[in-house]
């Protein structure tokens, strides 16, 4: 493989792997929120069952 091709290839590959980590980040950002969330409503319904 020519140097150019081999760094281009290379180039792509670490796009891919920030892209695939930057999805993973927000998934696991949005399932704290969802999580957060309810805990909040949980606490927030015994309060007003109470």
């Known amino acids: 493989m020519n140097a150019e091709l ?3 290839v290379m ?3 670490a796009s891919e792997l920030r892209r695939a980590a930057a999805e993973e980040r927000r998934a696991r950002e ?3 929120g969802a999580r957060s969330e309810r805990r909040h409503r949980s ?3 015994k309060f007003l069952s109470s």
């Open 30 to 32: 949005a399932s704290r």
């Open 6 to 8: 081999e760094y281009s």
């Open 43 to 45: 606490i927030l319904a």
């Open 11 to 13: 180039q792509y590959h």
